[in-house]
């Protein structure tokens, strides 16, 4: 994990008296680690793979993205309440805003619909004009999509991720996001659509970060696509978690330097 030199960089930063540890927790430790969380007042935590889901029905309140998203990966520690948070979703966001990508009434694609998709689609959906899920798994990207609908009250499509489908909704996509792990070290050579489907009217987010450009934004930026890689999201995550714990404004360039010299 690159969180414990990005947060201690951060603490360092801003003078602060903390320091962010990792631990290997496994699921039949769960209960009795929060427990210890709780009698060491330690401030807050991150959480992730296996213990994302499980953790939700151990924590006092949850907040309600983290809720519809289904996951937690931070958790803050005030007068004695652990509260459930999911950033990823925000972390998003706020990478393609700093990318001058501005999701509003926009039409957007999201690849993939496992819980990287799940927070980014509930985040977006809100503002978007439109969105398409299209997942390998058609029945999650349908869940999905529903789920959404449901929520939100919005136009939300879903397909399965093969390339007839992909063709004809790219074709009008102003947003692609690949939440897929397609491309990601050691598959570096892989790529979850066809170059030829990409054009220069779309922006393509790819959240996958090592290697730092995926075949799928090397091939975007070939035909002249903006391109936002996932390094960004990364940090975004962790400034989002960084904020919750300390209610302070974090280091955001210092978060980030350490994790460019780190990924
Ligand atoms: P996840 O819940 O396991 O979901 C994985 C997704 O990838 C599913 O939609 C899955 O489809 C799809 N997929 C996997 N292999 C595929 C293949 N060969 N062909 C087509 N689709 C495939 O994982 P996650 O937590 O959402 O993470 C997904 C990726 O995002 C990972 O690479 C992770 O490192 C990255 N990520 C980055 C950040 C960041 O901060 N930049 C944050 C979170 C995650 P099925 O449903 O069909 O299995």
């Known amino acids: ?11 360092r930063h801003l003078g602060l008296n903390a320091i962010y540890v990792a631990f290997a927790v496994k699921p039949s430790d769960l209960v009795d680690a929060l427990r210890g969380v709780r009698a060491l007042n330690v401030r807050g935590l991150n959480v992730t793979i296996p213990h994302k889901e499980a953790i939700i029905t151990l924590l006092d309140d949850v907040d309600t993205l983290a809720k519809n998203v289904g996951a937690v990966n931070t958790v803050t520690h005030e007068d004695g309440v652990l509260r459930g948070f999911n950033t990823d979703g925000a972390g998003a966001l706020e990478t393609l805003r700093e990318n001058g990508v501005d999701p509003r009434n926009k039409r957007i694609v999201i690849l993939g619909a496992g819980g990287a ?50 063709k004809t909704v790219l074709r009008e996509a102003e ?59 990364l940090v975004h995550q962790g400034v989002e978690a960084f904020e919750l714990w300390t209610h302070m404004k974090p280091p955001v360039e210092v978060m980030k330097r350490v994790i460019e010299s780190m990924v």
């Open 175 to 233: 947003i692609l996001i690949n939440t897929t792990s397609v491309g990601m070290y050691p598959n570096a050579g892989e790529t979850p659509i066809p170059h030829n489907f990409l054009h220069e009217n779309v922006t393509v987010f790819d959240i996958v970060y090592n290697p730092r450009e995926t075949r799928l934004l090397r091939e975007a930026r070939k035909v002249g696509a903006k391109t936002v890689g996932g390094l960004g999201m």
């Open 117 to 166: 998709a799940k927070a980014i689609a509930l985040t977006l959906a809100p503002m978007a004009r439109e969105v398409t899920i299209a997942n390998r798994t058609v029945e999650k990207a349908e869940a999905l999509s529903q789920r959404l609908r449901t929520l939100y009250k919005r136009d939300v499509h879903y397909c399965g991720l093969n390339s007839k489908n992909v």
């Open 1 to 11: 994990t690159f969180s414990p030199a990005m947060h201690n960089a951060a603490f």
